[in-house]
């Protein structure tokens, strides 16, 4: 599967279609983001899958977005599974990134990472590798909400007391790009205090990942408290989808925001 | 165009998490937690996740200093430690090797706080060792 992904990135690289790829690579037995920029030396190149499917993904997109906004001129290739495509597709909606700026090289994620992640598209609309899993985004949201309401708030609030406020939720995540994010604004987190209260932290950055969160995942592997962040914002993804008819990242492949956008909610 | 990511461990304490240090044309400008990382498994405390902020600050020391007619005055590695060592020796000489304490760090690596404890008991002779993470 790498051999496939290696091949494209190569000629990529070689036709100089793109500056550098931005991917990952394992050196010294540890797997971390990468910018390939020589086709010639693809040396430790993998696509994220160490002892399980997609067990060591990195937010590329974050990657990506940095070096564009030093290099705005340079064409950039990056590797991306589903939940990436979505991820950039966002991105471009949000002029976070220029569309033809960006060459992404898709893979499919197996069968046992798109149950793992309760996928509702394990797969990138072209990809290089892989192949096509079945979507089945259910279980996890299914479950919280077979508790009884007022039991289920404390089942939350017992997991938001967990969290250490390490901040990985955010800085993990490929979306949250704000240069002033507001969970540490002024007003909302006074310097040198202990960080804000349960739960307005959580339903703050719940809040912003409406329309935003394209359910990657990496937020509740980066959370040391083991909070399952991502069954929250799946909840917030289902909400706006029912509202708004909008789902981030499913869009067409020009990237352009579904015309339902605004939706019935709109009106009101 | 040059970005790189660097494998290394978190200096601030001694829980020893990894991370990759992301350097964009030589400057260190952000931190990933290594998800392969043993101890850290790709998560990391709100210090770690911000380390790579001290790195260019015009606040760290980048060279020895030794006070000078009551000023701190930038000298040579050889200079500080000469300096150092003779005022040990001095120390011990006068007031026994017990007066000499030495504190090693949960920011460095085993064998350089083993080598500490080796240096404070063969070559000093004292038992007075501790250490930065008694908080
Ligand atoms: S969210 Fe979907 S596309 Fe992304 S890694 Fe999981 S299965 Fe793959
Ligand atoms: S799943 Fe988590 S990390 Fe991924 S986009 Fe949503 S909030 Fe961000
Ligand atoms: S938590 Fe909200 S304000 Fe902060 S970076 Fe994410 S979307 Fe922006
Ligand atoms: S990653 Fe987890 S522990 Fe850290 S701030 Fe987010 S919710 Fe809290």
Not at chain 1, 19 to 40: A, N, S
Not at chain 1, 142 to 156: F, M
Request: aromatic share 8%; glycine share 8%; charged share 25%.
């Amino acid at each position: 599967m790498v051999e496939k992904v290696k091949a494209r990135v190569q000629e990529l690289l070689a036709s100089g279609k793109v500056k550098g790829f931005i991917g990952l690579r394992e050196l010294h037995g540890h797997i971390g983001p990468y910018l390939f920029t020589d086709g010639g030396d693809l040396d430790g190149f993998v696509i994220g899958d160490r002892k399980a499917a997609g067990d060591t993904r990195y937010p590329l997109n974050t990657q990506l977005i940095m070096i564009s906004r030093q290099y705005p001129e340079e064409t950039l290739g990056v590797l991306v599974r589903g939940c990436d495509e979505r991820g950039l597709k966002t991105l471009f909606n949000t002029n976070q990134l220029k569309p033809e700026k960006v060459v992404s090289v898709g893979i499919a994620c197996p069968q046992e990472l798109a149950d793992v992640c309760e996928c509702m598209k394990p797969f990138p609309e072209e990809f290089v590798a892989g192949e096509a899993s079945e979507a089945r985004p259910f279980g996890s949201v299914e479950r919280i909400e077979s508790i009884e309401i007022g039991e289920r708030l404390k089942v939350w609030l017992g997991e938001f007391a967990k969290c250490i406020k390490c901040y990985g939720c955010r800085n993990i995540c490929p979306m949250c790009y704000c240069p002033e994010c507001t969970l540490e604004a002024k007003d909302f987190q006074a310097v040198g205090s202990i960080a804000s209260e349960n739960p307005i932290f959580h339903l703050t950055r719940a809040l912003h990942m409406a329309g935003r969160c394209i359910d990657c995942g990496l937020c509740s592997e980066a959370c040391p408290a083991d909070i399952p962040l991502r069954t929250l914002y799946k909840k917030i993804a289902d909400i706006v989808d029912l509202e708004f008819q909008y789902r981030p990242g499913y869009q067409d492949s020009k990237g352009k925001m579904s015309p339902n956008v605004l939706g019935e909610a709109a009106k009101h | 165009m040059e970005y790189r990511t660097v494998l290394t461990t978190c200096t601030y304490c001694g829980c020893g998490c990894g991370f990759y240090l992301e350097v964009l044309d030589g400057r260190v400008v952000g931190t990933i937690p290594c998800k392969t990382n043993p101890v850290s498994e790709g998560k990391l405390c709100v210090k770690g996740w911000n380390v790579h902020e001290f790195i260019h600050s015009p606040k760290r020391l980048t060279q020895p200093l030794l006070r000078k007619d009551g000023a701190l005055t930038p000298v040579s590695w050889d200079e500080a430690l000469d300096f150092t060592a003779k005022r040990m020796r001095e120390i011990k000489e006068a007031n026994g090797s017990d007066s000499v304490a030495f504190l090693a760090s949960a920011k460095v690596t085993n064998e350089e706080n083993y080598l500490i404890q080796k240096f404070a008991r063969a070559a000093v002779g004292t038992n007075n060792v501790d250490h930065c993470a008694r908080l």
